[in-house]
Structures are given as C-alpha cells and as structure tokens.
C-alpha cells in the first residue's frame, strides 16, 4: 500500500469509519455496576493505575504504543512490605515489528511494564505517563478482566483494527482497542485511530477521568514509581488538567461508570 493510500484510511477513520468495525467480544464490557459493586473488596488492599503513550520523533506510526498497567496493593502488618502486584495490558504484535500498512491479523504477545518500557526505548521513543493514581476495586477488577482476555488467545493484533481482516472478524485489535474495549460505555467510535501514540493515551486518560473511576483525581501516589523500579527511566510526566470526576459508589449503583 502506498503512502497516499494508508493517509486515505486514516482519513476515513478520522470520519467516523471505526464505528463499522467488529468489536472483540471481550467480557470486560459485560460486567454491570452491580456486578462490580458486589465484588468484595479486602480491607488491606488498594488499587492503582498508570497509563503510559510513546512516540518516535518525528512522530511515525510505527514506533508509536499505548499501554496501562494496574497494580494491586497488600498492606501485609506491621514491619512487613506491602506486597504489590503490577498487571499490564501492552498488545504488540508477537514479533515486535509493527507494519502499520498491513490489514491482516497476525500473533500478538501482551508485555510486561519493563519490557515496554525497554522495547519504546531500544526505538528512541518519547515515555509520557500519567499517575499513579488511586482506582476503585471494580475498575481494577474490569482491568484485569481484560487483561485475561487479551491473554488468552482469543484475538491476535492489528496495527490499524478499524478496517480489514480485525474489523471484519472482531479477531483482532491494535495497542489502544486491547485497553479501551473494555469500555461498556462508549464504542471505538469514542477512540478514534486519529489518535495514537501519546495522544491516544491522552484521550484515554481523558476518559478514564471524567467517568469516576479515581478516588481523587488531583492525587498521584508517587511512591509506587520507585516501588516499581519506574525511576531507573527516563519518563516524561504529564499532569490531567481535564474534566474529573471522583468515585462515587452512589454514581456507580445507578448506572454511571
């Protein structure tokens, strides 16, 4: 495909296009409020979330990536370390080449934190993250959810899933979808492939804030960032400055996510 060709599929995406295509059936969009408010929330556990976009410069889609991880947090007692469990989606393309011109599905392996990390860093790639911040249970729960999904095997990766073989199976889906698919709220339609790299982390974090998914979104718990081993990076922050809205169980009972 040429140049002109793959900027008139972009075009068309841009217009609305994505909406047409063939969502995964993951289960994470299934699970009502009620479901999640019913799940039992140990005492000693919290529950948090960074979201992370990377981008060459100049920016070219293929060295582009979206990824999240969520990280379950034990207080263990007194004198003793929480424990702490990271949990990441990060979709790639098993052979880590992306060919953002191809419209076919092909084998796709979900990575670690630090592999994603390392692997946009080997490209020279620009990290920007936002958070850490403090997520409800049920959040976490609908994450993880998708996470096992994504592992599974259910669905390979697409670099562009709004059209060709992904958008016409529902077998296939690109970095950003494998995170925003869980979404029961909005369609593809609301993330749009005019949006990648770190703008389509953005938009997601745009998302994930407006809708009561955070505790206090004026909060970052910057201890995990060493806790994690993240402070060995050169990583970029970036403050929301956006629309928020805290979590409210009330909200959330009724039907709000």
């Not at 019913?38 to 948090?48: L, V």
């Not at 993880?144 to 059209?163: H, L, N, P, R």
Request: proline share 8%.
């Amino acid at each position: 495909m040429g140049r002109a060709a793959f900027l008139l599929v972009i075009a068309f995406m841009s217009s609305g296009c994505a909406t047409l295509a063939k969502k995964p059936p993951t289960p994470a969009d299934d699970l009502s409020p009620a479901q999640l408010l019913a799940i039992p929330k140990p005492p000693n556990e919290r529950y948090f979330l960074m979201v992370f976009g990377s981008q060459s410069k100049p920016k070219v889609a293929k060295y582009t990536h979206s990824w999240a991880t969520v990280v379950k947090v034990t207080d263990m007692g007194p004198g003793v370390a929480p424990a702490i469990e990271p949990q990441t989606i990060s979709w790639m393309p098993a052979t880590l080449d992306i060919q953002s011109r191809s419209f076919r599905v092909e084998p796709g392996v979900n990575l670690d934190l630090h592999t994603s990390i390392t692997e946009m860093l080997k490209h020279d790639e620009k990290i920007v993250m936002w958070g850490p911040y403090e997520i409800w249970h049920g959040a976490h729960h609908r994450f993880v959810t998708q996470k096992e999904f994504i592992d599974s095997g259910a669905i390979g990766y697409q670099c562009v899933d709004s059209i060709g073989e992904a958008a016409r199976t529902g077998r296939g889906c690109d970095c950003i979808h494998a995170i925003t698919d869980m979404d029961p709220l909005y369609s593809r339609g609301r993330y749009p492939l005019a949006y990648f790299g770190v703008s389509a982390s953005r938009h997601a974090v745009r998302q994930i804030m407006s809708r009561g998914a955070v505790i206090d979104p004026d909060k970052t718990h910057d201890w995990l960032i060493p806790a994690l081993c993240l402070d060995k990076y050169p990583l970029e922050r970036e403050e929301y400055r956006g629309p928020k809205k805290s979590f409210c169980p009330e909200a959330i009972a009724a039907g709000m996510r």
